[in-house]
């Protein structure tokens, strides 16, 4: 009778790890696969990242040949003003055609 329960008893154990193998099998599996998602989700992210991060280089040189350009423009209109007021200030209204002028083109700047 001994015998019986010893080796009922073994059979239970082996059951009981059968079953714990399974289990820890299955739940391995969906450990390693919601990893696999998250390594997936992290690498997405660190792409949109990176893209994020180009466009914003880019937009960075645009705005900065824009910021030249509006100086280079700026200084442009300047030297165009003062060379139509030293032109037309030989003549006697030229003092006041070069104010309006120049007036005329600061609203038309801006």
Not at 6 to 31: A, G, M
Not at 81 to 102: D, M, P, Y
């Amino acid at each position: 009778m001994k015998d019986d329960n010893q080796k009922s008893s073994i059979e239970l154990i082996e059951f009981r790890l059968s079953q714990f193998e399974t289990n820890l099998s299955n739940n391995f599996d969906r450990i390693s696969t919601k990893l696999d998602n998250l390594l997936g989700q992290i690498n997405a992210s660190e792409i949109k990242q990176e893209n994020i991060s180009t466009r914003l280089e880019k937009l960075e040189r645009d705005f900065s040949k824009v910021e030249m350009n509006k100086e280079k423009l700026t200084e442009e209109i300047n030297d165009m003003k003062v060379s139509l007021a030293e032109k037309l200030s030989w003549t006697a209204g030229g003092g006041a055609i070069a104010g309006v002028l120049i007036k005329i083109i600061e609203g038309v700047s801006k």
